[in-house]
């Protein structure tokens, strides 16, 4: 009998550009798959119940990510993911939040399958990024089953 234990892990990165594309600020973080995420996975791998997840939020709440969370603390901005690819035992997760949308000193940040409400993938919370009026920023989340 094969007994293994499946993980499941996120890592983050955000880049924060200012209008003439240079890098303002640029983070490379680890995150939490939580509850809901764990069950969308199961729920995807049995059928189609649920959506696939489509939308990223970003936000200024700054209480840590446990795995009952099934929203952000307090949601700024949540756009259409600009694209989602399966490589290998992999998801890859892209958002871009242009200028004007989203502009705060960011906090956290997760990944939705609605454009509001709906199942929340991942969250992640760190130190601060200000995002200004003008700045570009874009997240890429890759998602891992090992």
């Known amino acids: 009998m094969f007994n ?3 993980n499941v892990t996120g890592k983050v990165d955000v880049v924060v550009y200012d209008t003439d594309g240079n890098i303002k600020d ?5 995150n939490l798959v939580v509850d809901t995420g764990l069950d969308f ?8 119940a649920s959506s696939v997840m489509s939308h990223m939020a970003i936000g200024t709440g700054a209480t840590a990510p446990v795995a009952a969370n099934t929203g952000l603390g307090s949601e700024s901005a949540r756009v259409v993911l600009d694209s989602t690819t399966a490589t ?15 502009t705060a000193s960011l906090t956290e940040a997760g990944i939705f399958n ?11 919370t760190y130190s601060v990024i200000n995002k ?3 700045d570009t920023m874009t997240i890429t989340w890759t998602i891992t089953i090992s």
């Open 88 to 102: 290998d035992n992999s998801v890859a997760y892209v958002a871009t939040f242009g200028a004007g949308v989203g």
């Open 41 to 48: 996975i199961a729920s995807r791998m049995a059928g189609t």
């Open 4 to 6: 293994k234990k499946l």
């Open 26 to 30: 640029e983070r490379h973080i680890s």
């Open 132 to 134: 200004g009026a003008a």
């Open 114 to 124: 609605a454009s509001s409400a709906g199942d929340m993938l991942c969250r992640v």
